[in-house]
């Protein structure tokens, strides 16, 4: 497995729970050598059945947030348009921290940590070759690459590399919000809130312990910085309250009281990204099937992970057919997701904020 992301570790974990050996390659040094970025709601046919497979469901339940589901939206003059709030015993799809659910999976792993792969080569003599950044090499009988949108993996089955969408996120966080920011916490409620205008959003989403997430997305050009100094803060504060101009000052101060500035712009691979199947190599998760961040990517690449173990694990015949067979699987169902997803990114950071607010009406009537 490379890769000790969601999809990897879900992988690694139903595997360990059959008994079956599985070696993690993870290029991070350890598992909080950087940031494990914000929130991730997990569906129950999706990321929940994984943490199923994987026997962590019970302890899922007992870290999540489910008043995180709370969804409230503004207009860009402060009004309050819908203002969404689940029911007490609704689980449908909680919010966990990306930390505390790396460290779920995590569990009893042994993973590999400081092993950057470079290249994935398959039909060697040997079997399937992985070169490493230092130099060494290892082959092993099968390869499943969960190692993301830039995957380096990929390459060993696919030629085709993530395109830019013409979105852009910019990332901004606000600590201990609810004492030091008491009428933003308000503003925000206890999951996420959204505010759409044209071509721009803003959206602001809790995480545990007081940590609000915030991000400025909207559509330009992939060098919309070329002016821009991206580790002044100031000035990308500036450009972003520039670029929102004329929204309701409670919404500005999202971005005013923002502690640094980090450049997302959102990229993707083609809806139908498929591949001639090639012996002991696949692909899970933004490896095969990066899309749009609507809530659907680390859900179906834990499902994939748990999924193709499970049917390793379960076929003692040829796993080169099991394989073959999950790629299939996985295909017909991350096209329909990325159909979705790409759509949506298109009304939500488009030129009618009122189809925003459609679509939020489709996914959650009231």
């Known amino acids: 497995m490379v890769g000790g992301g969601p999809a990897g570790l879900a992988f690694a974990g139903v595997l360990h729970r059959h008994g079956h050996p599985v070696a993690v390659l993870e290029r991070d040094p350890a598992p909080d050598a950087r940031p494990p970025g914000g929130t991730l709601d997990l569906h129950e046919g999706l990321g929940q059945l994984a943490l199923d497979k994987a026997g962590l469901l019970a302890k899922f339940r007992a870290l999540s947030r489910p008043e995180g589901q709370a969804m409230r939206i503004l207009d860009a003059d402060g009004t ?49 070759l992985v070169r490493f950044a230092d130099g060494r090499q290892e082959a092993f009988d099968l390869v499943v690459g969960a190692d993301g949108a830039w995957s380096r993996t990929r390459p060993a089955v696919s030629p085709v590399t993530p395109h830019y969408t013409g979105v852009t996120s910019v990332e901004t966080s606000l600590d201990d919000v609810d004492t030091r920011h008491p009428d933003l916490a308000r503003l925000i409620g206890d999951g996420s809130m959204a ?40 000035a990308v504060r500036s450009s972003l309250l520039a670029l929102f101009d004329g929204w309701a000052a409670p919404v500005l101060d999202l971005l005013r009281h923002g502690t640094a500035f980090v450049d997302r712009p959102l990229y993707v691979l083609p809806v139908s990204h498929t591949w001639t199947h090639v012996p002991g190599v696949t692909l899970l998760g933004d490896a095969a099937h990066l899309m749009p961040p609507l809530g ?30 999950f790629e299939e699987r996985m295909w017909a169902r991350a096209g329909r997701w990325a159909k979705t997803t790409t759509a949506g990114l298109e009304r939500l950071v488009g030129p009618d904020p009122a189809e925003a607010l459609a679509l939020f009406d489709q996914v959650q009537p009231s």
């Open 80 to 128: 309050v348009l819908r203002d969404w709030r689940p029911r007490p015993d609704d689980r449908a799809n909680p919010e966990i921290d990306r930390g505390q659910l790396r460290d779920l999976l995590l569990g009893r792993l042994a993973v590999r940590w400081g092993r950057d792969v470079t290249q994935v080569v398959p039909g060697t003599r040997d079997g399937v």
């Open 296 to 325: 659907a990517g680390a859900n179906l690449a834990m499902l994939e992970g748990a999924e193709l173990a499970e049917s390793l694990a379960s076929a003692p015949g040829d796993p080169d057919e099991v394989v073959r067979a």
């Open 195 to 234: 505010v759409y205008g044209v071509n721009r959003a803003l959206v602001a989403q809790r995480n545990s312990g007081g940590h609000v997430k915030v991000y400025a997305q909207f559509r330009a050009p992939l060098d919309w910085h070329t002016n821009l100094d991206l580790a002044d803060v100031e």
